[in-house]
């Protein structure tokens, strides 16, 4: 049993002339067989070593190499063809490529490389012979994975044993009952099947192609799954004609030792000819436009969905800065409605700067006003616009305040605003009210402004 990439297991099987051996998780096993397809075409001795099969593993998947009788693989001499085009042509005319070809036939190929030179290995087995191992997988509730031929499955096993020939060529030697196999590999790829006597009778024969399918310049590599004894003599045989023998590693000695069981373990790896009926190829061609329209979906709805991803993005990252907005919006009123505050104190301190800076110093003016003034007045108003002062007062001679206020520094144009009026209080001498005006000169224009101007009088 194998695991293939998908996870899903695989029980691998190997079915001979009168045998089925069977590779499971508990071991290996040998089913005897007999030949006893029936007119409706199932097969009673195969359906019952199916459902012994099925009985230990439950409903399963199966890989089934085909061994010789029950298959016929050549290498053919045919121009380069496509895949399908080689399966077509071979199907129509297989008894004139198979010898053992009877009535209708499931073929296989393995699609050549490209660019490579050298026969196409293909495989023919029987159409009533593939239908009724179908039936009776069917029946037993088991699922045909592929039906291969052994050849690819031992190809796959020498890929697997003696990792190297995956870079280079292997010739795997393959002792069956009655005949040797001799496999060129090539680039992970079964190139060429030779057939020769069993044993080492055709040990000359085998050394002269193996030399002859060994790449220029290159040691031969040469493997040999059979019994031990048979694997001995073939080496033998070879070694004396300067071909050395690839070991099997330890662990492999006993399943390469059987033709059978080593098919039953690589069935489901196999690089040869997979047989397969219009009616899988059809299957295989659905199952492939499915998943290329799933991918093509997929595909589309990712380029679909990428737009709208990076939109959603945005909108989200835009959510996110309105609701940083949202938690900054206090503070930030409160930051604005403090600057307001803070502006209109600097605005209103400017414009009482600008106001002392402008406004007249009238300090020392009455100052000089205080002294110059005599004992028996005083001042009741004293009102300043600009450089105008004007003053209200009483006096009991308001000539004599005229003559003290007209000679103080910083005035100029002293005069009388209003006429004099005589008041007298209740139990006080009479009084007279004065109204002066005058303006305030600054001593830069003192030299260019009149001195004092006329006396009126009060």
Known sequence: MVMRKNGDPVIGLALGANELCVKLPSGLRRLPLVADVTENGSWPAL?????????????????????APQIELRPLDLPPLAEGDLRQLLGRAAGRYFVSARGAQVVGVVPPRRGAAGPIVAAAASARLIAAIRLAAA????????ITAAEGAWAAAGLDLWSRSRRAALQL?????GRTSLLDIRGGVLANVRRFRAGAADGELIAAAVTEATPAGSSPAVAVASASAVASELSRALAARGIAIESVPPEWADRASAADAL???FAADSVGPLLATEVDLAAVTARRNRATAIVAAVAALVIIAIPLVRLWGVHRELAAVEAQRAALHAEVSATLIGRTTVEDAYRRLAVIAASQRGAAHWAVVFGELADRMPDDAWLTTARVRGDSLVLDGMAASAARVFDAIDGTPGLMHVTAAAPVRREAPKGSDAL??????ALRHDSSAASSSPARSGRAAP
């Open 263 to 265: 098919a039953a373990r």
């Open 139 to 146: 029946e037993a509730g088991l699922t045909i994975d592929a």
């Open 432 to 437: 007279e009210r004065f109204t002066l005006a």
């Open 47 to 67: 359906h019952a070593a199916f459902r012994e099969v099925a009985g230990v593993t439950g409903p399963a998947r199966i890989a089934l190499a085909l061994l």
């Open 173 to 177: 030697l393959v002792h069956e009952p």
